[in-house]
């Protein structure tokens, strides 16, 4: 089971581009729909946490995912598995910088990364949408966070939190008036 979670997150590692929003898509698919290491709620209250906590939100998904399988050990093989990649991929580039960033193909190569990148973030937020956004308040709360953080450059940490208080006021409210 480690080797399989230091495969699967190092494969996950050096396969996405973009950072962590990027890897939403293929974290769900390699956790949840190949693995079954967790299912599609759990995956959602991990990218959740991961957001709040400080860090990569891949690497933090790595390590709740590890630790729940394997305990630490788990969670140190998996993170392992996911940084490790990128680690090599930087050292490489490191080497050849400056030699590297002068032909006119790089950009090209990264240009069209970008936009692979940005394809990869829609498919996680339409992925997400689907799963998160189940009722008319979770619109108005997906519509107000956009806002806070596109317009008023509200942190992600507060409007998480505020997402989770109004979560949490609205299910005592509920449970409150079936009693």
Not at 35 to 60: F, K, R, S
Not at 158 to 175: D, E, P, Q
Request: glycine share 10%; with cysteine; proline share 2%.
């Amino acid at each position: 089971m480690l080797w399989k979670l230091f495969i699967t997150f190092a494969k996950i590692g050096a396969f996405t581009f973009g950072g962590g929003y990027a890897m939403l898509s293929i974290l769900q698919r390699e956790i949840v729909e190949i693995n079954h290491w967790a299912t599609e709620d759990e995956m959602l209250d991990y990218y959740a946490i991961a957001q709040c906590t400080p860090g990569v939100i891949a690497v933090n998904t790595a390590t709740f995912i590890g630790v729940k399988h394997r305990g630490v050990i788990g969670g140190i093989v998996a993170t392992f598995g996911v940084v490790l990649p990128s680690i090599i991929i930087i050292l490489i580039i490191a080497a050849f910088i400056k030699n590297f960033l002068e032909y006119e193909i790089v950009g090209h190569i990264f240009g069209g990364i970008n936009a692979a990148v940005a394809a990869l973030i829609v498919d996680a937020i339409i992925s997400i949408s689907k799963k998160s956004i189940v009722d008319k308040v979770c619109i108005a709360l997906a519509v107000l966070s956009f806002i806070a953080s596109v317009f008023f450059d509200v942190s992600p940490v507060i409007i998480v939190i505020g997402g989770a208080a109004v979560g949490l006021i609205l299910k005592g409210r509920k449970r409150g008036a079936v009693k």
